[in-house]
């Protein structure tokens, strides 16, 4: 008689990596503390599992300036609402960390607000509006001028006090006038200059902020050199810095973010190559 010849196993057709993936036995969800806030729950996750922020941008394909902002919790270095909602889901799913709770708590913490929508109301012939009559829209006109007004007086008293104002573009008083002196004591001036068209934020020592606006191309600003001041930008190559009308270079690399520059340790070019080097 005829014996069957036995055959080799026939493959399942499963991907192999599928089949590893789902065999490999699965990470140990990281030890957190209720009490941390969102951006720490992150970072700290994130040394639980032994990963760097370059690990993980690579994993997650995220840049990495990205993912040290949400850990920071610094949304102004974030692209925009939706894109850092995305990309902390990602880093949260990533590091096994529950996603809504964790968004929830970076949305209570921090500038962005929710998307809640609310249900549109149903109108009925008894729920038209009324016509208001004409003086209470030139009222509301009025009350609006006047609040204007009293924020931008406000506004020039804070700058009076804590900074010197932006000088525009083709205006004298720009980058390379005479130092202020006052009797034998020079004033040491920083002044930062606007190569192109960017965004760059001033501090003070507690944190007040006292600029935060996008600068045009030729803007000179000239902050508080008192110690503690520091300045971020989304582009360091935007902006070049001086000392007293001498050039002190760039405010960072081309195309990354300054976080927290100190301005009392920016020197003139010429007097920081003849520094020696600090230890």
């Known amino acids: 008689m005829l014996q069957p010849i036995p055959t080799d196993p026939q493959p399942t057709g499963e991907p192999v990596d599928a089949r590893a993936q789902r065999q490999a036995t699965a990470a140990p969800s990281p030890v957190l ?82 998307d809640d929508v609310a249900a549109p109301a149903i109108r009925t012939p008894a729920s038209k509006p009324r016509q ?36 525009a573009s ?43 606006r996008n600068l045009r191309a030729g803007d000179v600003y000239r902050p508080d050199a008192s110690p503690g001041w520091t300045l971020h930008a989304r582009d360091g190559g935007a902006f070049e810095l001086y000392v007293n009308g001498v050039s002190a270079g760039l405010l960072g690399t081309a195309g990354m973010p300054v976080l927290g520059r100190s301005i009392d340790e920016i020197q003139p070019l010429t007097q920081a190559s003849n520094s020696p080097p600090r230890s």
Do not use: H
């Not at 009490?35 to 990495?64: F, M, Y």
């Not at 209470?136 to 104002?165: F, H, K, M, N």
């Not at 083709?170 to 005479?178: M, N, Q």
């Open 33 to 114: 503390e209720d009490a941390w806030r969102a951006g720490r729950k992150l970072s700290e996750a994130r040394r639980q599992r032994g990963w760097t922020l370059d690990e993980v941008a690579d994993r997650i394909r995220v840049r990495r300036e990205f993912l040290e902002a949400l850990e920071e919790m610094n949304v102004k270095l974030l692209p925009g609402k939706a894109y850092a909602l995305a990309f902390l889901r990602s880093y949260a799913r990533e590091l096994g960390i529950e996603e809504k709770a964790l968004v929830d708590q970076f949305q209570d913490e921090c500038a962005l607000t929710r």
């Open 132 to 167: 208001r009559p004409p003086w209470v829209w030139a009222a509301v006109l009025i009350i609006g001028l006047a609040g204007l007004v009293g924020w931008r007086a406000l506004e020039s008293q804070l700058r009076s006090e804590g900074e010197t104002p932006v000088v």
């Open 170 to 212: 083709g205006t004298t008083g720009a980058v390379g006038t005479t130092p202020v002196s006052t009797g034998a004591v020079t004033r040491r001036v920083v002044e930062i200059r606007a190569l192109a068209d960017a965004w760059l934020e001033a501090r003070g020592p507690d944190g007040t902020v006292f600029l935060s």
